[in-house]
C-alpha cells in the first residue's frame, strides 16, 4: 500500500461485497462510496503530477461485512441498532477516498450513539472513532484511542485495537512527509541535483 501509478484490482471486490451485505440494513447508497485508494497531487520539481495512495486495505471492508453480518444475527438488536453501526462505518468508509491536499478537514467523524445504546454497539463506536482518526491522518489520535480499546480486557474489540495501535506508529512513520518537502525544496525551489541534492536530503534526514 504504498505510492504508485497504478491501480490493482483485487480478483475477488471486497468493496462490493461489504455494499452488498450494507444494503440489507441500510437500501440507500452511502453518501460517498468508498475505495481502496486515494489521489494525491504531487510537484515533481516544479510539474504538477498526481500519485495514488494505498488507503484502505481489503481486510478492512471484509472485515465490516462479517461484523454486519453478526450484527444481523444477533437477536438482541434491533434494525435501528444496525442502521446506526452502519452509518458510523460509513463514517469511516468515507475517509478511503479523501485527499488532504484537495480538502485539510476530513468528512465528519461516526456521531457518537445516542444515550441509551447497547453496550456492545458503544464499544463498536468506540472503535469505529478510532478507525475514522486513522483514516482521518490523526495517527497520534488514533493511537491513543486505540490504545484506550486494547487496555480494557473485556472490550470486544481488543485485539483488532492492538493491531490498530500498531498500524498507527507504522503510518505515522511511512507518512510523514518531511522527506517530500525537503526534496521538494531541494530539487525544485533549489534546483540541487547529482551530489548536492543527495548530500542536501541527507542533510534533512539527520
Same mark, same amino acid.
Given at each position: ?47 504538477? =503530477?498526481?500519485? =495514488? ?51 485539510? =478537514? ?66 505515522? =512513520? ?33
Amino acid at each position: 500500500w504504498g505510492k504508485g501509478l497504478s491501480r490493482p484490482v483485487p480478483e475477488v471486490d471486497e468493496i462490493d461485497a461489504w455494499l452488498n451485505m450494507r444494503a440489507k440494513v441500510q437500501p440507500k447508497a452511502p453518501a460517498s462510496k468508498p475505495d481502496y485508494f486515494r489521489d494525491l497531487p504531487l510537484q515533481l520539481g516544479g510539474n504538477p =503530477t498526481v500519485v =495514488t495512495q494505498g488507503q484502505c486495505g481489503a481486510d478492512a471492508f471484509v472485515f465490516a461485512t462479517r461484523l454486519l453480518q453478526a450484527l444481523m444475527d444477533d437477536p438482541g438488536l434491533t434494525a435501528e441498532h444496525r442502521q446506526w453501526w452502519v452509518a458510523g462505518q460509513d463514517a469511516v468508509f468515507a475517509r478511503c477516498a479523501w485527499s488532504p491536499s484537495v480538502t485539510k =478537514t476530513p468528512p465528519p467523524m461516526p456521531a457518537l450513539l445516542p444515550d441509551g445504546a447497547p453496550a456492545k454497539l458503544v464499544a463498536l463506536n468506540a472503535y469505529q472513532r478510532a478507525a475514522a482518526m486513522f483514516y482521518g491522518d490523526d495517527h497520534a489520535g488514533a493511537l491513543k484511542a486505540f490504545d484506550a480499546i486494547a487496555a480494557d480486557k473485556a472490550h470486544p474489540m481488543r485485539p483488532w485495537a492492538v493491531v490498530g495501535a500498531m498500524r498507527s506508529l507504522v503510518r505515522a =512513520t511511512v507518512r510523514d512527509d518531511s522527506w517530500d518537502k525537503a526534496f521538494q525544496d531541494a530539487y525544485g525551489r533549489q534546483g540541487l541535483r547529482a551530489q548536492a541534492l543527495r548530500e542536501a536530503l541527507g542533510k534533512a534526514n539527520e
